[in-house]
Each structure stands twice: as C-alpha cells, then as structure tokens.
C-alpha cells in the first residue's frame, strides 16, 4: 500500500493568547488575537509492506509501515503582532511593546516501524491455538517541532482462542510502554524552566465470545 501527501481543499485558523503577571515590581502582560491565522498542515508519504507464511497448524506475517521526512514548516503563523505591556507601581504609566509572533513549526521525521506475529494450533484440530505479537510505534515528530510531543510506543500481545461445543472464545493481554524527552512547561519570571516527561504504561485484557448455532 501507498498513500501520497493529500490535496488540501479547505484550511482555517485562529490563535489568542492573554496572559498577565503581578508581583511587587509591578504587573507585566502579553496579548495577541488573529481570527484569521494562517493554518497548514503536512502529510507524509506512506508505505506499508507485508509478508506472510502459512501452514495448517502454523501463521506468521511481518509488516512495515514507513513515513517520509517532512523539512520544517510553519503549521500556524500571522501577520499580526504580540503586544506586550508592563506597568510599575511608582507611577502607574503603562509601557506598550510589540514584536513579531514566530508562529509554530512543525518537522517530522522519517521512520519505519514493524509489527510481526501470529498464532500456532496446539492440536491438529485446531481447536486450541496461541497467538502472539510485538510492534513498534515509533513518532514521527522531529525535534524542530513546537506542537506535538514525541513518545515512541514498544508493545507486544499474548493470548490463546479455543471452540466448545458450539462457543468460540479468545483472552489475551496487551501490554504497551514509552516514554518521551524532556519537555518545557513553563519559565519562570527568574528564567529557569519547569520540565516534565511522559511515561506510557498500560497492559490491557482482550476478548472475545461467540457462538455458532
């Protein structure tokens, strides 16, 4: 399978920010409003290949699935400015400054994640069979970028299906984990950085029940 970047037939954007800063020195504040911001939105070239083997008691496939690179770009910009503006408290006059609003880059990275698995019948029947896989998911987003956050996912599942006397079942567990970079939330009047990171854990139960009449 491949799929081409899209056609873009309709984009619209806004942004707003106003935020205000009080301490001793005085009040410090920033504002920006444009209804009429400039939204663009890339998407990679994709691939997705695959293989299979199969026997009667035994299936295995391996797949890939690849994105293309995407150089920087600005995702929301504008023409308008940011106005800053500052009051002191000794005579209250406020002082008004402008600068130009960056916008917010967007890069993504080439990457190609795998995913393989299968199941094996426990009998020649059939009639109870194991399954199996693990996974990649790795982010595409590069380290220019200002707007998403890059987590890469590792996962793998395990379960065993069966047939009684007319019911169909499967159980099995799902387990995927990940962790990202260092992220800045906030600076501080002072100039330090308050920085986090995200950790993904999660184990999930599978199922299933059917029966034929």
């Not at 970047?5 to 309709?10: D, H, L, N, S, T």
């Not at 308008?80 to 967007?106: D, E």
């Not at 790795?138 to 395990?158: H, N, Q």
């Amino acid at each position: 399978m491949i799929r081409l970047p899209a056609i873009m037939v309709y984009r619209t954007g806004s942004y707003t920010s106003d935020g205000l800063a009080v301490n001793a020195a005085g009040s410090e504040g920033v504002s920006f409003f444009d209804p009429s911001a400039k939204f663009t939105y890339r998407l990679p070239t994709e691939v997705h290949l695959g293989i299979a083997r199969t026997s009667p008691r035994f299936e295995f496939e391996v797949d890939a699935h690849a994105f293309s690179a995407i150089s920087p770009y600005a995702m929301l910009s504008s023409t308008q400015p940011i106005v800053t503006y500052a009051v002191a408290p000794s005579n209250g006059a406020p002082s008004v400054a402008t600068q130009a609003f960056g916008g917010f880059t967007s890069e993504s990275r080439g990457v190609v994640n795998v995913s393989a698995g299968g199941h094996v019948a426990l009998t020649s029947s059939g009639i109870w069979r194991v399954h199996f896989g693990a996974e990649t998911d790795l982010s595409p987003v590069g380290p220019a970028d200002e707007v998403f956050t890059r987590i890469d996912l590792y996962g793998g599942t395990l379960g065993i299906s069966g047939t009684k006397a007319g019911f169909q079942f499967s159980v099995g567990v799902n387990y995927r984990a990940g962790s990202s970079a260092s992220i800045s939330l906030r600076r501080l009047p002072g100039g330090d950085v308050i920085n986090t990171s995200i950790e993904v854990r999660s184990i999930g139960l599978i199922y299933s029940l059917s029966y034929k009449f």
